[in-house]
T-cell receptor
Framework: AQSVTQPDIHITVSEGASLELRCNYSYGATPYLFWYVQSPGQGLQLLLKYFSGDTLVQGIKGFEAEFKRSQSSFNLRKPSVHWSDAAEYFCAVGLSGYSTLTFGKGTMLLVSP | DAGVTQSPTHLIKTRGQQVTLRCSPISGHKSVSWYQQVLGQGPQFIFQYYEKEERGRGNFPDRFSARQFPNYSSELNVNALLLGDSALYLC??????????FGPGTRLTVT
């Protein structure tokens, strides 16, 4: 069975600084990988996804993620964080683009002034 | 285009009661999934329906059931509610191999 690990429960970043959120997955085949963001009390918004091809994926709100098969990782990055990016971020893996998802436990991003 | 919609937004129930949550997928989406998100955790898969047929079921007790209607909307039912059923229940829909799109969720509180 697939699993997802997000090793950082909380991360605090200064506004304007760069961001990297870590995600490691366990899955036998090539996974379908996703990053979602959740604001307090809200549902999940899809930031970006990786199915195949170019391992550097661009998403919404200036986010990008890089798939590294050798490290079983799919880390999320943003060059300059804005206060509005404060939220919880979830990495997820699926068997296909149609399949249901296995989520990590999330990383809470705090943005300091 | 409207996204995934869910009703009600919030719900308070007493232990032992039954609850029905509703979901309308994005127009044209034929697959609907349900997830439970307990505070401080990632969402956990409960059910997936495609074309009114159950396509997958997560590790949840038989107190949880669901169905999908001809218009692709869906209901999640939970019987004999327990305090531990308090959570945000998320519905997601998908059309093709593009991943799932989530609704805002229903916050269920069991007292």
């Amino acid at each position: 069975a697939q699993s997802v690990t997000q090793p950082d429960i909380h991360i605090t970043v200064s506004e304007g600084a760069s961001l990297e959120l870590r995600c490691n997955y366990s899955y036998g085949a090539t996974p379908y990988l996703f990053w979602y963001v959740q604001s307090p009390g809200q549902g999940l918004q899809l930031l970006l996804k990786y199915f195949s091809g170019d391992t550097l994926v661009q998403g919404i709100k200036g986010f990008e993620a890089e798939f590294k098969r050798s490290q079983s990782s799919f880390n999320l990055r943003k060059p300059s964080v804005h206060w509005s990016d404060a939220a919880e971020y979830f990495c997820a893996v699926g068997l296909s683009g149609y399949s249901t998802l296995t989520f990590g436990k999330g990383t809470m991003l705090l943005v300091s002034p | 285009d409207a996204g995934v919609t869910q009703s009600p937004t919030h719900l308070i129930k007493t232990r032992g009661q039954q609850v029905t949550l509703r979901c309308s997928p994005i127009s044209g989406h034929k697959s609907v999934s349900w997830y439970q998100q307990v505070l401080g955790q990632g969402p956990q898969f409960i059910f997936q329906y495609y074309e009114k047929e159950e396509r997958g079921r997560g590790n949840f007790p038989d107190r949880f059931s669901a169905r999908q209607f001809p218009n692709y909307s869906s209901e999640l039912n939970v019987n004999a509610l327990l305090l531990g059923d308090s959570a945000l229940y998320l519905c997601a829909s998908s059309l093709s191999a593009e991943g799932e799109y989530f609704g805002p969720g229903t916050r269920l509180t069991v007292t």
